[in-house]
Each structure stands twice: as C-alpha cells, then as structure tokens.
C-alpha cells in the first residue's frame, strides 16, 4: 500500500506543480502586457496604418512566427509520412527474436 500512496502522492504532486508554472507564466504574461499597453503605430504599404496595444502586435508577431513555422515544417512532414507509408509493415511475430539466454 506504500507504493501506491507513495505513486499517488508524486502524481498529485506535479498536478499541482504544473497548474502553479501554468499560473506563474499566466501572471508573467499578465504583468507583460498591463506594462506594454501603450499604443503603437504599424506602417504598412500603401498608406496603411494600424494603431494598437504593444501586447496585441506582440502577441500576433509570435502568433504569426509559429504559424510560419508550422507551416515550413508541413512539407517535411509530408516527405517523412509519404516514406513511412512506402515502408511494408512488419508483423509483430516476425520481429520477436529467439535467443539462446535461458528464462529466468
């Protein structure tokens, strides 16, 4: 029963470790953007303006990074998962190999 309160605790444990991280980068978050909340002004081309909070072009600058990034990594993964399926499946049994080490 030792093991099992002991594997119980250590599990709850990190739940609460991980909801106090998702917290304390939520407040960090929180803290960034009431200090950059000031306007701030994008040109763009042809006469465009748009004027904003900092944290709103902050957060779509990131939002559209990781976006470019995903996108970049699309056609990798389509290579990787084209290969894999050319690849013929082997069968569970036949990748079982005997060995001369007795059962212990």
């Known amino acids: 029963m030792g093991a ?7 599990k709850n444990l990190t ?10 980068v939520f407040l960090l978050v929180l ?10 002004i ?10 904003a909070p900092l944290i709103v072009m902050l957060g779509l600058a990131f939002i559209l990074g990781a976006l470019a990034g995903v996108l ?7 290579r990787l998962r084209r290969e ?9 049994a036949d990748t ?3 060995t001369d080490l007795p059962v212990v």
């Open 4 to 10: 099992d309160h002991t594997r119980s605790f250590m």
């Open 42 to 51: 994008f040109y763009s081309y042809l006469g465009y303006v748009w004027q």
């Open 15 to 24: 739940r609460y470790l991980g909801l106090a991280l998702k917290l304390l």
């Open 96 to 98: 079982v190999t005997q």
């Open 31 to 40: 803290g960034f953007a009431l200090k950059n909340s000031q306007t701030a």
């Open 72 to 78: 970049a990594l699309l056609p990798t993964l389509f």
């Open 84 to 92: 894999l399926g050319r690849k013929p499946r082997a069968i569970e």
